[in-house]
């Protein structure tokens, strides 16, 4: 025989030998198969893309130097506010500095109204010249600043707001505007306010330079987006189906489980957080499965059998492993729910979370309990159902608008996610790290 | 690789230009007609590395998509398309092989000899594939990159990332297990 043992003829015949099989279900198959990768594909290019733009826009959001830099003429309301804060906790011993910074937001309003009073007065041409006004003025906000239960609401015109050493009123409204809180009246408005609340939101907008002591607040922002990927570890248990009993089946061992998604955070209050997104999550699995055979020693050429393997009967015990790699795709939409606490920088928020599979993809092996190895796909629910995250939070604001976080999340999920085809009804809990970053976009 | 003047045939038919340039376009038609034209014969290629029509299925299956996918990259001067399709069903193959990871170290032949002796120029295609998917996956998987597909062993070693000597010596012993089970003759220079 020429052709390196085999007869040209016969190896071309081999090369070419056809076999029949079920062509148009393979090729229906194929097509449902090219669907679904579009859409995982586009889902892919759609994270992709949002990912591209957050980033773009990031970059191009004035940075906090930029602003610096236009308000350096405000230095000196900078140095003041300082020494301010630093009297402030001296001064105002009865009430801690986190007690105020919690309470620093519910005078949003309050200080948008005082806001607002003060550009009407302005532009009704209000001008405190008078030393003796601005003595009435003082006193009034003293009173006002002694008495806790004064309303901001009852300062009327003319009002003493506009209060300032160097205040040209008489130049236009807008540059009246950007400095209408000088450090002075930042500091009467603050004794206003620091028995009901701390009033240096506004004042930290219209004077961006002391945001280095207020970055740890975000409490103008109200929807934050949060791409993040995670890695973890799943716990399977198994339970025959009609028993109430899990057993073991350590056949199945389980890998790493990881995960990509983003999510679109609302603050409804304060320090309540409602978020919701899309989810991807991949367990991997791996199947072990055993079989062992016995043959007669005159089956093989003994040149091929290692003595150690045969018996003293003459008899083969062969004992086979077959390893499967399965994984678990699927498709997620959490809605969360997070109490947001701080503390300067960084920053707790304990979560709960209602998982909503949208769908799952299971791919490779199973075993059945005869131990026939089968295709694992029909063996799964194309959806789990609901599953339920608990977690906590854990971000470091490193701005006004970004941070990064780190959640670690335990999921209690459903009680079975298999098919009636599956003797086994199979529960999957998980315990996964987030680790992401979260942009403050409006 | 053995048998190019065959696979030539399949380019130069007029049919595979208008496919290619279908399947180039992502044409659903094309591309059906291309798995309906080079499905069996690749399905006969996978059955023979995995000895077992679920997983040959599965395989395919695989290759086609990433036939589909790929498609771009293939370039007609450089090969033919069932050259390019085969190697990518082989390398898919190899990889489920890879990916079960079956280390069988004797696997079940029939529990007798062959009574009568059978030989090489007699045997009909499907019987030569049945005896060959008989043997071990290692000694299967050298015997089909070797003697059918035509690879060095150089080349195998590379592919199953073993060493050239082992190819050999998978390869004599497979030849050996296949001559001594099914008394094949005709066989003289196998050995």
Redesign the interface.
């Known amino acids: 025989?020429g052709?390196?043992?085999?007869?040209?003829g016969?190896?071309?015949?081999?090369?070419?030998?056809?076999?029949?099989?079920d062509?148009d279900s393979?090729?229906k198959?194929?097509?449902e198969?090219?669907k679904k990768?579009s859409i995982f594909t586009m889902i892919l290019w759609g994270i992709g893309v949002s990912l591209m733009l957050f980033t773009f826009t990031y970059f191009i959001s004035p940075s906090n130097s930029t602003i610096k830099k236009e308000n350096a003429s405000n230095i000196n309301d900078y140095v003041e506010a300082r020494k301010y804060e630093d009297s402030y906790t001296e001064t105002d011993s009865n009430f801690s500095k986190k007690e105020v910074e919690n309470s620093l937001s519910n005078s949003v309003d309050d200080i948008n109204n005082i806001q607002k009073t003060i550009i009407a007065n302005i532009s009704k041409g209000f001008h405190p010249s008078s030393k003796e006004k601005q003595k009435q003025i003082e006193s009034q906000i003293n009173k006002i600043a002694t008495n806790p239960s004064t309303k901001l609401s009852h300062i009327k015109s003319p009002q003493p707001v506009v209060y300032g050493e160097n205040l040209n009123i008489k130049s236009n409204i807008k540059s009246v505007k950007d400095k209408i809180f000088t450090t002075n009246q930042y500091s009467q408005i603050s004794k206003i306010h620091s028995r009901e609340s701390f009033v240096k939101l506004d004042f930290d907008r219209k004077h961006p330079i002391l945001k280095t002591n207020l970055k740890t607040f975000h409490t103008k922002s109200k929807i934050f987006v949060s791409p993040s990927i995670g890695i973890g570890y799943s716990f399977q248990s198994f339970t025959p189906k009609n028993e109430k009993t899990p057993v073991n089946r350590n056949n199945f061992r389980q890998l790493e489980t990881w995960s990509a998604g983003i999510q679109l955070d609302f603050k409804i209050k304060n320090q309540i957080i409602v978020g919701s997104g899309i989810e991807f999550l991949q367990h991997n699995e791996q199947l072990n499965t055993y079989t062992s055979?016995t043959?007669?020693i005159?089956?093989?050429?003994p040149?091929?059998?290692p003595s150690e393997?045969i018996g003293l009967d003459g008899f083969?015990t062969?004992?086979?492993?077959?390893?499967?790699?399965n994984n678990y795709r699927l498709l997620n939409v959490p809605l969360s729910f997070s109490w947001l606490l701080r503390y300067k920088k960084l920053n707790l928020a304990p979560s709960a979370s209602i998982i909503f599979n949208i769908n799952q993809k299971a791919k490779g092996k199973t075993q059945d309990k005869s131990g026939l190895i089968l295709?694992s796909t029909p063996f799964y629910n194309t959806t789990t159902g609901i599953a339920y995250r608990l977690g906590s939070k854990f971000s470091f604001t490193f701005n006004s608008k970004n941070s990064i976080f780190v959640n670690p999340q335990i999921e209690f999920g459903p009680n079975d996610i298999t098919t009636n085809l599956n003797s086994f009804a199979q529960q999957r809990n998980l315990v996964l790290l987030n680790i992401g970053f979260s942009r403050a976009i409006k | 690789m053995h048998g190019e003047e065959l696979i030539h045939i399949y380019l130069h038919k007029p049919n595979d230009i208008g496919i290619i340039k279908g399947c180039q376009k992502k044409e659903p038609a094309s591309q059906n007609a291309l798995f309906k034209k080079y499905a069996p014969v690749l399905y006969a290629t996978c059955y023979r590395y995995l000895a077992n029509e679920a997983d040959a299925k599965d395989v395919l299956q695989d290759s086609f998509i990433r036939i589909f996918k790929y498609f771009k990259n293939f370039n007609p001067e450089k090969g033919t398309l069932k050259n390019w399709m085969l190697r990518i069903c082989i390398n898919e193959s190899l990889k489920m092989l890879n990916t079960k990871k079956s280390f069988i170290v004797f696997e079940k032949l029939p529990s007798e000899p062959c009574e009568q002796a059978l030989s090489l120029d007699n045997l009909m295609m499907e019987d030569l594939i049945q005896i060959i998917s008989s043997l071990p996956t290692p000694y299967r998987t050298v015997l089909n990159l070797n003697l059918v597909e035509g690879f060095s062993h150089q080349e195998i070693a590379n592919q199953l990332r073993i060493e050239a000597f082992n190819s050999r010596k998978i390869l004599s012993r497979a030849k050996k297990m296949l001559i001594k089970k099914y008394k094949l003759v005709n066989t003289e220079t196998w050995v």
Not at chain 1, 3 to 8: E, G, I, Q
Not at chain 1, 298 to 301: E, I, L, P, V
Not at chain 1, 318 to 325: E, L
């Open positions: 025989m052709l390196n043992n085999l007869d040209k016969k190896l071309n015949e081999l090369q070419n030998f056809q076999m029949d099989f062509q393979m090729w198959e194929i097509e198969r090219k990768r055979e043959n007669n005159a089956s093989f050429n040149d091929e059998i393997y083969l062969i004992r086979a492993t077959n390893k499967f790699q295709n």
